[in-house]
């Protein structure tokens, strides 16, 4: 599957996490660590909030093949972060483990049939769980939220960026 991403050449998961990677592994530890304030997510926490991220849409993604509607469990981003202490956590594992659970969601991505893609789910949840909500009176497609997943990972990665000095790709 493609993504265009708001970027101006055509772009996959796969190259979006390959490109990242050789930037965030070679950020220090203590960058990785600082946080912009107090109430704002350090690069670690917000690579580890990425991991979250596709561990809830993995799922999804893989549930979204098998059923008619798309409703999923949501869950609480700010407790998953803290529980898991993704401040304390070794910066490189933790770019590892993002890294390739990412690679798998897109080997996973482009095993799913065209039309499991392009069908129509007039029973969603977008409305609560997407980071570009779909009203819930509107009909989507797994299409859509794959590329919301990516759009909101990008996102997240646009703010590494900025906070550790890197240029945006």
């Known amino acids: 599957m493609t993504y265009i991403s708001g970027m101006e050449k055509e772009v996959t998961l796969e190259d979006i996490i390959l490109a990242s990677f050789e930037q965030l592994i070679l950020v220090e530890e203590s960058v990785a660590?600082?946080?912009?304030?107090?109430?704002?997510?350090?690069?670690?926490?917000?690579?580890?909030?990425?991991?979250?991220?596709?561990?809830?849409?993995?799922?999804?993604?893989?549930?979204?093949?098998?059923?008619?509607?798309?409703?999923?469990?949501?869950?609480?981003?700010?407790?998953?972060?803290?529980?898991?202490?993704?401040?304390?956590?070794?910066?490189?594992?933790?770019?590892?483990?993002?890294?390739?659970?990412?690679?798998?969601?897109?080997?996973?991505?482009?095993?799913?049939?065209?039309?499991?893609?392009?069908?129509?789910r007039t029973k969603h949840n977008l409305h609560q769980i997407a980071w570009k909500t779909v009203p819930e009176n509107e009909t989507t497609t797994l299409a859509y939220f794959i590329d919301d997943y990516v759009n909101h990972l990008q996102h997240h990665l646009n703010q590494i960026f900025s906070l550790t000095g890197i240029s945006s790709q």
């Open 33 to 120: 660590s600082q946080k912009p304030s107090s109430d704002k997510w350090s690069p670690k926490q917000l690579i580890g909030h990425l991991i979250d991220s596709a561990s809830n849409n993995h799922g999804r993604f893989m549930r979204a093949q098998f059923q008619d509607d798309m409703v999923f469990p949501g869950y609480d981003q700010e407790g998953w972060v803290e529980s898991q202490n993704y401040q304390n956590a070794n910066w490189h594992d933790l770019l590892i483990l993002w890294r390739q659970f990412n690679l798998h969601i897109g080997h996973l991505i482009a095993q799913i049939p065209a039309e499991k893609l392009a069908q129509a």
